[in-house]
């Protein structure tokens, strides 16, 4: 289920699922697009975000749109743009010079098209830029009436400068949702969507075009994998075929496509026999360029007259550096349009204005129907747990993982072996009666391991119960106060629960399935907090492993702050940092948005994941004085407060560094409760820090029995470690000596650069902050230069040795510390975007000497 139309029932794209739906917001989020470029604003990342977030509902991390589909938005809103004000340009002038500095104009709005799709690397589907595509009507001399055909139509904006000259226009286009987009906007029109390499032999014999305009895949060809370098000729080859006696063909296609090079020139002289090459020049790649690829190009223009000798082609003009020079080229030596029959001339049943096609109504949100699961309750049994008969631990760190309280036939052993420390095994949890509903079937099918399976009934076993006690809430829900006897506003806090389980525990997993178990009876909302929103697809994962939809798990980010959340049912997913956001410009914080969308009696399930991110909520002190509430904890302090009878989950393998950062698991009862001792969290911490690191495993223990901990981790028993060493060739023991040498050659010469720069002289140091900074830089220079230096070095040992180990069948996990992306995103914010595709970005170590 989800909770947008354009989503479907499974993680699909939905441009593969749903083209029509796609195509209408496309076209919706080209209308919102719309209003920049007749503004004269330039159309910029966060402007398509919020269209495209606003046409689709959602964001394209739940994969509703990805950026190539958002780019052709953009192509349509100029389409919108020439069909409304196409007419005023040419009626504001005449000079087909003064049009095309227009276009252009309008054309440098639109983004640099930096990404791309798999589909558009297939179809190779580089759309002609608008000026070009302007240009190219140009060349074909529409006359009014006549039937155009654009074989590989993409996103029309080669046929809507045929539209403006009044011809009838027939496409063919074999993408989905392209052809969909087609269909919407040039309703009325033929439609086909055949392979146009093929178009004579496929198209209806009815239609004759006596004007095909095109831009074909310059090497690609429909169901090849490998490249087709003849792509293009055959292309041409149809559409000469299928062109009317007298038409003219324009085509766009690669560079080398021309009758001089010796590859096609055979092509193109048996085409002569039935047209002539009236017009043949190369254009710079800088012209494609805001299109996603800076490949040079051509402008062909054929008549279909046949050539007084077939071997003689015109000459070429060279290579067009801007289309202001391949129109003065075109304006200077084209000849004109051969006559045609008038029989071909037919007028418009109705012309299309620029209302023709309206903005498609937004996608509502409404809830899409889901299969009913039924869950059945899980069976175990409760037996006694007996301590080790000696009654003395082993002398080792940790011990063997087992269920100690519970046995659960059927279930199956995580798969790779757990262990849990000396401490919490001297101690079992307490003997539960909660029985938690999951899906028939999941138990055998192991999706859930039985130390799994355990977190989800403890879970549930805690969450069913309160902590001892009454307490007010102010407005704020930032002060939390016992509650005197006659107070109508107090309220009982339910208990959480806390999992602290290790690297390869699936903390995940456990995640999704105590989700699962309250979803299963009926608390269909739940709240899923993380430290970054590149989780999100991690929790998807985790949903789905358990067979369910994952787009059910919607992240926040596709709601503005502000604005109401209208999911009827999902797990909505946000980060610490999204949940921060306080209100303002009279728009309500994160924290209200999910209160409201939840209800101050919800009882579902809240999961703080990696909650160590809120360790400072309640401040503390340092060695620098008392340090302020970080943001993050206190608004997750908010949450908590609001809904006192969520299902709190606090999830974390490093739960607090020290004690006081434990202010954040107010719902463990730690302290102002019957089940410690402690009235305040400040006797709390007072007491644990004076106890140390054995006060800590003591507490950790201690909540294990009442149910409320579970820790466990990898067990690393078997793990053997072997040392690869990297035997340095001749030339890298020269090269690390060259570079040795270069450091220390400026390190006997950095003493005379400060003296020069006025940092030091001969009667001392006249700066030392500055010759402090200037000797920091340096080394700290010097030691992540050699280490990228080193690393690289040992990089062929490291092939070497993964080759090796997967020829042996093992799997190879390799650490990567230091990606350098902080140093790539820095040079990247120094240039241009409409720049990344046409230089080299140099993140080597160079950088640091």
């Not at 019957?674 to 909540?703: C, H, N, Q, Y």
């Not at 020829?807 to 190879?812: I, K, M, N, Y």
Request: glycine letters at 8%; one cysteine or more.
């Amino acid at each position: 289920m989800t909770n947008s139309p354009l989503a479907g029932a499974s993680a699909r794209p939905l441009a593969a699922a749903c083209p029509q739906q796609t195509a209408t917001a496309i076209i919706t989020a080209a209308h919102d697009l719309l209003g920049h470029l007749a503004a004269g604003r330039r159309i910029d990342t966060p402007a398509i975000r919020t269209a495209m977030q606003s046409a689709f509902g959602a964001s394209d991390a739940t994969g509703a749109w990805d950026w190539k589909i958002a780019y052709e938005a953009v192509e349509v809103a100029q389409l919108l743009f020439i069909r409304r004000y196409g007419p005023a340009i040419h009626a504001r002038t005449a000079d087909a010079f003064e049009r095309l500095t227009l276009v252009e104009r309008i054309a440098r709005l639109a983004p640099t098209q930096t990404r791309r799709s798999e589909e558009m690397q297939a179809y190779q589907q580089f759309s002609t830029p608008l000026g070009l595509a302007w240009v190219a009507g140009f060349a074909a001399g529409f006359l009014p009436g006549e039937l155009v055909l654009e074989p590989s139509a993409g996103t029309g904006l080669l046929a809507i400068q045929a539209e403006l000259a009044g011809c009838r226009l027939a496409m063919n286009e074999v993408a989905d949702v392209r052809a969909a987009l087609l269909g919407n906007l040039f309703a009325g029109s033929p439609l086909s969507m055949h392979d146009a390499a093929q178009i004579h032999d496929r198209l209806d014999a009815g239609v004759v075009p006596s004007c095909i305009i095109m831009n074909p895949p310059f090497s690609a060809a429909l169901n090849v994998d490998s490249r087709v370098a003849d792509a293009a000729i055959r292309h041409l080859s149809s559409a000469v075929a299928r062109l009317a006696d007298g038409g003219r063909l324009v085509a766009i296609t690669g560079a080398n496509c021309a009758p001089d090079h010796k590859a096609w020139r055979d092509g193109f002289v048996r085409m002569q026999d039935n047209a002539r090459v009236v017009f043949s020049a190369a254009i710079a790649g800088s012209v494609f360029a805001p299109h996603g690829t800076s490949v040079e190009t051509r402008l062909t223009v054929i008549d279909k007259v046949p050539a007084d000798n077939p071997a003689q082609f015109p000459a070429s003009r060279g290579m067009a550096p801007d289309l202001a020079t391949l129109l003065r080229w075109l304006a200077d030596s084209l000849p004109p349009r051969q006559p045609i029959s008038a029989s071909a001339l037919q007028p418009l049943v109705a012309a299309r204005n620029s209302q023709a096609i309206k903005a498609s109504p937004r996608p509502k949100l409404a809830t899409a129907p889901i299969p009913a699961i039924c869950g059945v309750p899980l069976d175990y049994d409760v037996i006694d747990w007996c301590p080790p008969t000696d009654g003395k631990l082993s002398e080792s760190l940790y011990e063997p993982y087992s269920l100690q309280s519970i046995r659960i036939a059927g279930a199956q052993p995580h798969p790779t072996r757990l262990v849990q420390s000396a401490a919490m095994s001297s101690v079992a949890p307490p003997k539960p009666s909660y029985r938690p509903h999951l899906p028939a079937g999941l138990v055998e099918q192991g999706l859930l391991s039985d130390a799994q399976l355990e977190s989800v009934i403890y879970a549930g076993e805690a969450h069913a119960d309160h902590l001892a006690g009454s307490w007010s809430v102010d407005a704020t829900w930032d002060r939390v106060e016992a509650a005197p006897d006659d107070c109508d506003t107090a309220v009982r806090f339910r208990k959480g629960w806390f999992l602290g389980d290790g690297t390869g525990a699936g903390k995940g997993r456990q995640v999704a399935g105590i989700v699962l178990d309250n979803w299963l009876k009926g608390r269909t909302r739940a709240v899923w907090i993380s430290k970054s929103d590149k989780l999100l697809e991690d929790a998807q994962r985790d949903w789905k492993a358990l067979g369910q939809e994952p787009l059910l798990v919607t992240p926040l980010a596709r709601f503005r702050q502000g604005t109401p959340i209208r999911l009827e049912q999902g797990i909505l997913f946000t980060t610490y940092a999204t949940l921060r956001s306080d209100a303002r410009e009279n728009r309500v914080s994160r924290v209200q948005q999910i209160v409201d969308w939840l209800g101050t009696d919800f009882d579902g399930v809240i999961v703080f994941d990696e909650s160590h991110a809120m360790q400072n909520a309640g401040g503390g002190t340092s060695k620098r004085g008392d340090c302020a509430p970080s943001q993050q904890g206190r608004a997750g302090l908010r949450l908590q407060h609001a809904l006192p009878n969520a299902r709190i989950l606090y999830i974390s393998a490093t739960g607090a560094t020290t004690v006081e950062n434990l202010a954040y698991a107010q719902r463990l009862g730690l302290w102002g409760g019957a089940d410690f001792p402690f009235d305040k969290r400040t006797d709390f911490i007072a007491a644990i820090e004076a106890g140390g690191v054995a006060a800590m495993e003591v507490l950790a223990r201690d909540l294990k029995a009442l149910g409320l901990y579970a820790a466990r981790s990898l067990s690393y028993e078997g793990v053997e470690y072997e040392l690869i060493e990297h035997q340095l060739t001749p030339d890298q023991v020269r090269i690390y000596d060259a570079y040795a040498g270069a450091f220390q050659v400026i390190h006997n010469n950095l003493d005379a650069a400060l003296e020069a720069a006025n940092v030091t002289s001969s009667e001392g140091t006249l700066n030392r902050y500055a010759k402090s900074a200037a000797r920091s830089a340096f080394e700290s220079a010097k030691q992540r230069f050699f280490n990228h230096l080193i690393t690289a070095m040992k990089t062929p040992t490291l092939i070497a040795a993964i080759d090796q180990g997967l020829a042996d069948g093992h799997a190879a996990v390799v650490q990567i510390v230091s990606t350098g992306e902080a140093l790539l995103s820095r040079r990247l914010a120094d240039i241009d975007p409409g720049e990344w595709n046409d230089v080299q970005i140099d993140i080597t170590p160079r950088e640091y000497v």
